[in-house]
């Protein structure tokens, strides 16, 4: 049977190698193992050799992929090991002294010679004390600036690698010696991070005493910024490893493939996650399968062994956080496990955080020749190169310092290919608090579940699930590109993982399916309504259980009695604690104009309303506050928070007529006919005053006051094609298509007039209101370009620069489930 599925392999191998399936070029970074918002490991670089594995927020989730073949040790995944020596501490290691001021300083206030008279002395770090900040904060920081420089002593300039060393919230900027070192951009980082030099500060560094000068913005939330320098060294394995020649790699729904050479042989490595959303147990399964594929290419036989490893980092949130590994075994499985001596089960919650409970897992089928082994990546490393037998160290050790690892024999591999794979997974315990509740994932909604099991059970569903993944991932790509042309399809194939590993699906109170998404980079936020509407499009193609179980700790807020507004809530809390909405400000019309419509799409779905009758109260409680206050929005935000307060916005005013529409079709599915038409009639009286309030000649405008020259994506009106609701005039769309085509730039349609960035999932959305096929292509093409020339290495960002292509915030958020929209339609339409 083995040897029959490895000529499967590779015959699938082959056919995919020759067709066109899988993202055509190049995407920001690759997914690789994508479970949930903590078990989520990234290759941010083209090469898999170029740099660690990364957890989506950037810090290092190191797996290592090493081949030995005849004895020649080949790396295909994974970066060596590298240490960091100081050079100008941070506050990690040392307070040092500091001067800084609030106020904006004079001209030149980062050159070495400038006298700061008048700034106050203290020591780092600088912050706000929130809970993000790294470290406790010497100096308290309340305004919006802050400017601090601090003085360093070299009495050497030979580095291995001299990198700055950053902690930022929110916007920073780092001059050495007078010149610009480097520019954060907007955003933050909740712990350090290396970056590069800019090469002419660099220059500047001498012997004796150096200036690094820094300025950064608290543009919300916390506060912090801390800079040094390190010098970031390269740790010998004390072995020859070569690296193996990458020459392929292509992204697909639910796995990623690499190709490698070897000297003699050809490597295929696999990453898949079975995210198949039909089967919720697989679906929500926190195993991800690693699949090796070997081949000889000169007609000799050649002796093959794999290495992978998994480092302890995989479970802390920091690097010096203790660990422990155990061995265990699982119907015919060998597994691996390590967490932390401490396990504070639920103990952090954030944005930038990473879990620090629960266990890593790596598991691969019990054999003979098989090997395990947990101890220092080095020494692993070492004894595998050296074709010595892997050992145990002796245990706790720091994360960053000890590693799990699982060496496969191939044997003697000839011209047919031979296969391995190893399994990894996470096992959280417990993975979300829902008031005061802690709760469990759907996978281990059964108490007698344990992580063995549930990887015996994966185990045993390999091969099924290999097949049904390729099949899945041609059937997806074949539709999208029906649907909307090449360049869609392969932005859906890139989308389909990071939508759903931004979530974590567990089993509520009553026992139903909860599905808690996770504002990636944005703030934190758990459940946040907001999130679930442009993400829906990919549940609602896919799995519409999974959608209600995103509105579910909205609606059972409101029907508990704990939130008493009129108006939906934004979140249920900050991740993984859903004790209640931690957002500081209401979107009232957004929210409930959001959950009004997409409670009408999942009965467009089901083709019946029996969810919106579960909940017809509440939904009714939120169309007479739209009714009241929806059309002419007062100042408030939208769920593009980021660009700021607007009053009388004409696109969530369109939100607001959807709702009122949408309940109106949900109470004629529910023989609520005289309700329906009210609310119908209604929708349609307020859609015709629209159109003569936000007209503005050839366009309609951003808001009813109508500044000169604005405009804005008007996204929200797909719902009236989506959900044949017919409530505005077709001329609306069509003519808000043809004045879009005039404003877009090279990497897509500005957001609205304001500024020229954008967000990728409205974009797809917008396209969609067009109603022919080559508009729709003319607006999603620079969407593409966006994803395939993007200089900002990160899981893809959905709020990007149109002029440049970069990254303006957020990455790995769930709300590139928008791109199934055009998907969605086609759907709908049938």
Known sequence: MQNRFSQLLFVSFLITAFSRIGL???????????????????????????????????????????????????????????????????????????????????????????????????????????????????????????????????????????????????DAVVYINGVKAYDTGPGYIGGYQTFAIAPAAKATLKKGQNVIAVTCKNTGGGAYIDAGLVDERQVSAGAVVSLANQKSVQVKATQTEYGFSAGPVDLTVTFTTPMLLDNLDVATRPASYI????????????????????????????????????????????????????????????????????????????????????????????????????????????????????????????????????????????????????????????????????????????????QKCRQFDQQLYADAEKAGGKAYADLCQLAYRQAVAAHKAVVGPKGEVLFFSKENFSNGSIGTVDITYPSAPQFLMYNPTLLKGMMEPIFQYSESGRWTKPFAAHDVGTYPLANGQTYGEDMPVEESGNMLILTAAIAKVEGNAEYAKQHWQTLSTWVEYLKKDGFDPANQLCTDDFAGHLARNANLSIKAIMGIAAYGQLANQLGQTDVGQQHLQLAKELAQKWTQMAQDGDHYALTFDKPQGSWSQKYNLVWDKLLDLNIFPKEVAQKEIKYYLTKQQRYGLPLDSRKTYTKSDWILWTATIADNQADFEKLVQPVYEYADKTTSRVPLSDWHETTDGKQVGFQARSVVGGYFIKLLEKRLAK
């Open 291 to 466: 699949t090796y594929s070997a081949r000889s290419t000169d007609g000799k036989p050649h002796t093959v062994q794999v290495y992978t490893a998994a480092s302890g980092l995989l479970s802390t949130h920091q690097p010096m956080q203790q660990v422990v590994g155990k061995r265990s075994s699982a119907d015919k499985l060998t597994v691996l496990s390590m967490g932390t001596t401490e396990q504070k089960i639920l103990g952090k919650k954030g944005d930038d955080v990473r879990i620090d409970w629960g266990y890593a897992l790596l598991a691969a089928p019990t054999a003979a020749s098989t090997q395990t082994g947990f101890g220092q990546p080095a020494t692993l490393l070492k004894a595998f190169a050296t074709g010595s037998k892997l050992t145990d160290a002796s245990q706790p050790a720091t994360a960053e310092n000890r590693t799990m690892a699982v060496v496969q024999s191939l044997g003697s591999v000839g011209g047919t290919a031979k296969t391995s794979h190893v399994t990894v997974g996470y096992d959280d315990i417990y993975s979300v608090q829902f008031f005061g509740q802690n709760l469990r994932g759907w996978w281990r909604r059964d108490e007698s579940m344990a992580a063995e099991k549930m990887l015996a059970n994966a185990e045993n569903d390999y091969e099924s699930l290999m």
């Open 24 to 170: 055509a070029q190049r995407p920001p970074a690759y997914p690789l193992i994508t479970i949930d918002p903590y078990t989520s490991i990234w290759s941010f670089n083209d090469k898999l050799t170029d740099s660690p594995t990364r957890h989506w927020t950037g810090k290092n989730h190191p797996l290592d992929g090493l081949v030995r073949v005849d004895g020649k040790t080949y790396r295909f995944m994974g970066a060596p090991m590298t240490t960091l020596k100081p050079v100008a501490s941070t506050a990690q290691t040392e307070a040092y002294p500091l001067v800084y001021t609030f106020e904006t300083p004079a001209a030149g206030w980062e050159k070495p010679d400038f006298k700061a008279t008048g700034w106050q002395s203290g020591k780092a770090p600088i912050g706000d004390g929130a809970t993000s900040n790294p470290v406790k904060p010497a100096v308290e920081w309340k305004t919006k600036d802050v400017w601090f420089r601090r003085t360093f002593t070299l009495t050497d300039l030979n580095f291995e690698k001299l990198v700055l060393y950053l902690s930022y919230d929110n």
